[in-house]
């Protein structure tokens, strides 16, 4: 793919090298399984009257989350 950035890049400023060292580190510190939760997610919204265009917005919400599992608890 030559230098293309990945989406984690556009949106979180994140290589795929650094997400796989950070489920590195929770199996490594005796999770039996680990997982990453990513969201970068939009909304945008326009308001007409009278076929004025009278407000428009965006919203973006992102995040961020890691479980890990080891036997039977959850963090």
């Given at each position: 793919?030559?230098?293309?950035?990945?989406?984690?890049?556009?949106?979180?400023?994140?290589?795929?090298?650094?997400?796989?060292q950070?489920?590195?580190?929770?199996?490594?510190?005796?999770?039996?399984?680990?997982?990453?939760?990513?969201?970068?997610?939009?909304?945008?919204?326009?308001?007409?009257?009278?076929?004025?265009?009278?407000?428009?917005?965006?919203?973006?919400?992102?995040?961020?989350?890691?479980?890990?599992?080891?036997?039977?608890?959850?963090?």
């Amino acid at each position: 793919m030559g230098n293309r950035k990945s989406e984690l890049e556009d949106h979180f400023g994140i290589q795929d090298q650094n997400l796989n060292q950070v489920l590195s580190v929770a199996l490594a510190k005796g999770g039996d399984y680990a997982e990453l939760y990513l969201e970068y997610r939009t909304r945008e919204s326009l308001n007409f009257e009278e076929g004025i265009l009278k407000s428009a917005s965006t919203n973006i919400s992102e995040g961020i989350g890691i479980r890990v599992i080891h036997g039977e608890k959850t963090g």
